[in-house]
Nanobody
Framework: QVQLLESGGGVVQAGDSLRLSCVAS????????KGWFRQAPGKEREFVAA????????YYADSVKGRFTISRDNAKNTVFLQMNNLKPEDTAVYYC??????????????????WGQGTQVTVSS
């Protein structure tokens, strides 16, 4: 089972930027789609962004489109989430996840079989 470790969270003000990183324990990470999800207090986990194994497709939730960018460095077994113009409603624990498929299937959270422990992002107004 691949292990995923997120980093880069923190406390920022509205309008600031953060870059989250997620490093995988095995090179098989490069063979599958990757995603970022988040869960705010009292809310269900929600999709944020995903990227296909070869980077030829990226997908975003409407709430972050134009502000967040997902990217990956397969040579370093790492996926990133660049978050710009952060808003208080972005406050959540952010999780990276590894799909069991090469390509992201829209809406299919069940494809993601490996999850990190999460990193807290807090945005103050």
């Amino acid at each position: 089972q691949v292990q995923l470790l997120e980093s880069g969270g923190g406390v920022v003000q509205a309008g600031d930027s953060l870059r989250l990183s997620c490093v995988a324990s095995t090179r098989t990470f490069s063979n599958y789609a990757k995603g970022w999800f988040r869960q705010a207090p009292g809310k269900e986990r929600e999709f944020v962004a995903a990227i296909n194994w070869n980077g030829d497709g990226t997908y975003y939730a409407d709430s972050v489109k134009g502000r967040f960018t997902i990217s990956r460095d397969n040579a370093k077994n790492t996926v990133f989430l660049q978050m710009n113009n952060l808003k208080p409603e972005d406050t959540a624990v952010y999780y990276c996840a590894l799909s069991s498929l090469y390509y992201y299937r829209i809406g299919e959270t069940s494809d993601f079989r490996s999850w990190g422990q999460g990193t807290q992002v807090t945005v103050s107004s």
